[in-house]
């Protein structure tokens, strides 16, 4: 392990160069191991091997691979399916947020092959990009301008939904790559079917302030959210309104991430302070709660139930008991 990732328990931490604003591992297989994360004018993307996943390493060790210039500070990331580190020439490929209002799109052979391409439209602040998770040919985005963007590899807009109200997240499911959910700051979050471009069902947190959803990718029919201080659950099978909540930030949660690898395992982030929690639906207790100087994104591994974030010139990650 190097000598500056220092485990606690079952966290880790390892450096950086600068403020994390987001971190994203990548969900697919091909690629597990890469974790990216931006601050206020680079992505640095890396590879993470845990013990659980190679008996070589003792405990945890990060390699940093390369960076990436980003002209602006970095808003969010998402991943491409097409990334793959077992097949040459190997291919990194994810499109960022940036505080410019503008989409950027990377490429790299991870040699001397790099590629970045601009998608403007949006008019005001982008708070989510995601990547659609079976072909990797398009790419959503929500932003403050109230609308919901869907483009293609090449730049286009193919699709613009109009909000109610400023769009916080996007998420697609691979079990169910035709719909898009988007989640509105006003508490709505809606089901779009991307063949007919409606909408075909929604959510309702109530007349409150939503700050993030995510759509479980272990199951399709639970959705979770932040919202005012609290987490929410959904099973849109149901009911439109929530079937559970609890209390997770006493001012304000910010945001809402399931893990990938167990139903019932998500975690938050929220104030006072920077707080981020792990909460597991079958017992209602906090596995993890920890409080950092600065805080910037949350993310889980694609195989294991590790949960990271980004601090102020460090990443630190946390193992939770599936």
Same mark, same amino acid.
């Given at each position: ?5 220092? =485990? ?13 604003? #987001?971190?994203?591992? #990548? ?20 590879? !993470?091997? *845990? /013990?659980?996943?190679?008996?070589? @390493? ?9 960076? *990436? ?21 190997? !291919? ?20 001397? /092959? ?19 998770? $079976? ?21 286009? %807009?193919?699709? !613009? ?33 991307? @063949? ?19 759509? !479980? ?28 909540? %609890? /209390?997770?930030? $006493? ?14 395992? *998500? ?11 792990? *909460? ?12 950092? /100087? @600065? ?9 294991? =139930? ?17």
């Amino acid at each position: 392990m190097n000598e500056n990732m220092k =485990p606690k328990g079952t966290s880790f931490t390892f450096p950086c160069k600068d403020v994390v604003t #987001c971190v994203e591992f #990548c969900p697919y297989e091909a690629a597990s191991q890469l974790i990216a994360f931006g601050g206020q004018l680079r992505i640095n993307v890396g590879a !993470c091997r *845990f /013990q659980e996943e190679d008996k070589t @390493v003792a405990g945890f060790d990060y390699k940093h691979l390369r960076d *990436f210039h980003h002209d602006t500070q970095v808003v969010a990331i998402s991943w491409s399916p097409e990334t793959s580190l077992e097949v040459l020439p190997r !291919c990194i490929r994810f499109c960022t947020a940036g505080a410019d209002y503008k989409i950027r799109l990377f490429s790299s052979d991870m040699k001397e /092959q790099d590629v970045m391409e601009l998608f403007e439209g949006h008019s005001d602040h982008i708070n989510d990009v995601a990547f659609e998770p $079976t072909e990797g040919q398009l790419i959503a985005s929500v932003s403050d301008d109230h609308t919901c963007r869907v483009w293609d590899m090449e730049g286009s %807009q193919k699709i !613009c939904f109009a909000l109610k109200a400023a769009g916080m997240s996007a998420r697609w499911n691979s079990q169910d790559p035709m719909k898009l959910m988007v989640a509105e700051k006003r508490g709505t979050i809606r089901f779009y079917d991307l @063949v007919n471009q409606q909408p075909i069902m929604s959510l309702d947190a109530g007349h409150v302030m939503l700050k993030s959803a995510d759509w !479980c990718p272990c199951d399709p029919t639970r959705v979770g959210a932040a919202v005012e201080g609290e987490w929410m659950i959904w099973d849109i099978t149901r009911s439109s309104r929530s079937e559970d909540h %609890q /209390q997770a930030h $006493t001012e304000g949660a910010r945001q809402f991430r399931w893990s990938r690898v167990n139903e019932n395992l *998500f975690a938050t982030t929220g104030r006072p302070g920077n707080q981020v929690k792990i *909460f597991h639906m079958g017992h209602h207790q906090v596995p993890v709660s920890s409080d950092l /100087q @600065v805080l910037g994104g949350l993310t889980w591994h694609a195989f294991l =139930p590790v949960c990271a974030v980004g601090s102020n010139r460090k990443i630190h990650l946390w193992i939770a008991e599936a």
